[in-house]
């Protein structure tokens, strides 16, 4: 198949799938607005608790793949089954946004360059709502299933000019933006080269991987500032602390190469096990909480063109999403969404057909992958390895969920989350 028509199905398939998207609620609108009409919020209708989840690179397709081969045509992901519904544009000051512009721009309400951590284009840092609701005596966290120092979590407790200084982020996490629950991947940030921590340097599994912190024992220090400090899921289940590190890779909480090369999905501790956790320790504050979740595997397996792995972690994701929601039921006072920071890898559904364009383009099409409950089947298609700058759905439930209605800029995100919460101008 030519290219070009390739890239015109994708669009098409990804736009009808983004529509479908606004369906799920009945109510939300896919008609642009100004963000104003949307934004009285009286106060005692104001979300004393936030979750948000980010499906790193977890565009209109990928979630459609992944409703597909877990609920089939006729059921519903749980990140779905939510009353509002919105589309976000994704582009910072480039056309196609990387992690790091657009956590950004939904922590910090600008747009700014590829590589940015909570600074705007002139590199200035600019505060994040994670850092509001500290400022507003509220609990914070950040869980992920990537280096707790990467990108997207970042962007909401950090301030740096490139998102490579993963140390210095892990240190303002502990003297800045204090959060009080850190979870996820990373350890070789936090050690000095030499200073191996609970995750053995140069692993055969990838014997690139070793520490590399450019500031010190950070878990030393973390520990100096009354962080329980945890390294597997039993150390994750006993921990009854205030403040929680939780470490539990030298980097991601899984295996991205080449497809077929080595690559896997099984962090050592599940997303939704970290996301319980999260909640229950956060949720001791009487005055709420700001949690930011991402499963980072969606991105990165696009990134390799495997759908098989990233279908793995977005199931994994939506269990995690239906924790936060039967939390929000029991404590109607919360907010939770679901969203995605952009599109990777051009992704396309289509029907099992063997003359289809199978070798064309960087990869194979993936599949078939069955449709769960029926005997139908479908493919995966991919245009590329990288980022697109498709818009991406958005959904959410609880208090000031109709804040997320419509068709916004990712940098609204933020503006929304503020007005939901009754923090900040």
């Known amino acids: ?7 015109g199905l994708v669009k098409a398939a990804m736009a009808l799938t983004t529509i479908a998207a606004l369906g799920v609620s009945g109510i939300a609108s896919a008609k642009s607005y100004q963000p104003s009409q949307h934004m009285h919020t009286p106060s005692h209708e104001k979300a004393k608790s936030v979750i948000l989840f980010v499906g790193d690179g977890m565009g209109a397709v990928q979630r459609d793949a992944i409703r597909l081969a877990t609920v089939g045509l006729n059921g519903d992901l749980e990140m779905n089954k939510m009353p509002y519904a919105g589309i ?23 747009k700014t360059y590829n590589g940015a951590i909570g600074m705007d284009a002139n590199k200035v840092s600019k505060k994040t709502v994670l850092e509001e609701a500290e400022e507003a005596g509220k609990s ?60 053995e340097d140069h692993p055969a599994k990838d014997p690139s991987e070793a520490s590399k912190g450019t500031e010190g ?40 190469r080449p497809e077929g090369d080595g690559d896997q999905y099984d962090p050592v501790v599940s997303l939704p096990t970290m996301v319980e956790k999260a909640i229950g320790t956060l949720s001791k504050n009487k005055k709420g909480f700001f949690l930011m979740v991402e499963e980072e595997a969606i991105d990165e ?11 793995k972690a977005g199931q994994q994701l939506d269990n995690a999403v239906d924790v936060a929601k039967d939390y929000a039921k029991k404590h109607p006072d919360t907010l939770v969404l679901v969203l995605a920071d952009h599109d990777c890898g051009g992704m396309a559904i289509e029907g099992v057909d063997n003359s289809d364009e199978s070798g064309d ?36 439930m609880g208090r000031g969920a109709s804040l997320f209605e419509g068709t916004y800029e990712n940098t609204y995100i933020h503006d929304a989350l503020l007005k939901a919460m009754g923090l900040g101008k």
């Open 1 to 7: 198949m030519e290219k070009g028509k390739r890239n």
């Open 88 to 110: 976000v544009h994704t582009s910072s000051t480039s056309t196609v946004t990387d992690s790091a512009a657009a956590a950004t721009a939904m922590a910090s309400g600008v």
């Open 140 to 199: 914070t966290g950040l869980v992920t299933t990537s280096q707790i120092t990467d990108a997207t979590p970042a962007a909401f407790g950090a301030h740096v000019a490139n998102r490579s200084e993963q140390s210095k982020i892990a240190k303002q996490y502990l003297e800045n933006s204090k959060v009080d629950v850190l979870l996820g991947g990373g350890e070789d940030y936090w050690y000095p080269a030499g200073n191996a921590g609970a995750y």
């Open 217 to 256: 024992n950070l878990v030393e220090e973390a520990k100096k500032r009354g962080y329980q400090y945890v390294m597997n899921a039993s150390g994750l289940q006993k921990a009854n602390g205030n403040k929680l590190l939780g470490l539990f890779a030298n980097e991601e909480m899984f295996e991205q």
């Open 301 to 311: 397996m696009a990134h390799e063109n495997n759908a098989t792995q990233l279908i």
């Open 361 to 396: 383009g960087i990869s194979k099409e993936d599949g078939p992958f069955q449709v769960a409950g029926s005997d139908q089947q479908f493919m995966v298609d991919w245009t590329t390895s990288g980022h697109t700058a498709a818009d991406i759905p958005l959904t959410a």
